[in-house]
């Protein structure tokens, strides 16, 4: 069974501060690793992707990849309060499809 | 260059009808996704198409759920018989042959009542 595991939280976070989300894939052979952002009532949005181990940089956001420890994390910089939402990480193991994790809904607190 | 394309936005059916929702991906995209979310859960992959060809359809319920996207026209996912338990939004995704990024459309939203 191939599966995403992230922490629901909320995870809250004060504004300025940096924000750092955690993931955990079952299959070390995965290839290609997706952070989308979905806001309450809303469609989950792309917001960076990942294919090999390091860092990956867009902007605020870090994607950090470690595929020994089978380990995705993203890093939001100078949190702002439009960053409250739910994060989701993605996985294709593959199957060209993508297997989700189930979320961290992060709240910056002004 | 319009993105991924879901109607109705929300549907209300009465239990026993039949639900239709429609997706047109992205221009360019060939491939469909059709994923579920339930209220405070996460996205749960129902079915992967192509241009008239189910690829993946394990996420799929055995029965009363179908998906097509044929070679004109959108791609359709039918509940037939709808029960309550079917309430939840369906997300429709694309990517592009050879990528593996999917992006999303708005959704549609169906209640059953």
């Known amino acids: 069974q191939k599966e995403v595991e992230q922490n629901s939280g909320p995870l809250s976070v004060p504004e300025g501060a940096i924000a750092s989300l955690n993931c955990t894939y079952s299959?070390?052979?995965?290839?290609?690793f997706f952070w989308y952002r979905q806001y309450s009532g809303k469609s989950p949005e792309l917001i960076m992707s990942i294919y090999s181990n390091g860092d990956k940089e867009d902007g605020r956001f870090t994607a950090q990849l470690n595929k020994a420890s089978q380990y995705v994390s993203l890093l939001i910089r100078d949190s702002q309060p439009s960053d409250s939402a739910t994060y989701l990480c993605?996985?294709?193991?593959?199957?060209?499809?993508?297997?989700f994790g189930t979320g961290t809904r992060l709240t910056i607190i002004p | 260059n319009a993105g991924v394309m879901q109607n109705p936005r929300h549907l209300v059916r009465r239990r026993g009808q039949e639900a239709r929702l429609r997706c047109s991906p992205m221009k360019g995209h060939s491939h469909v996704y059709w994923y579920r979310q339930l209220p405070e859960e996460g996205l749960k992959f129902m079915v992967y198409l192509q241009k008239e060809n189910i690829i993946d359809e394990s996420g799929m319920p055995k029965e009363r759920f179908s998906a097509e996207f044929p070679k004109e026209g959108p791609s359709i996912l039918r509940i037939q018989q709808v029960v309550r338990g079917d309430s939840a939004a369906y997300f429709c995704?694309?990517?592009?042959?050879?990528?593996?990024?999917?992006?999303f459309g708005q959704g549609t939203r169906l209640t059953v009542v």
């Open positions: 299959d070390r052979g995965s290839q290609s």
């Open positions: 993605a996985v294709n193991f593959g199957n060209e499809k993508l297997t």
């Open positions: 995704a694309s990517s592009p042959l050879g990528r593996a990024e999917a992006f």
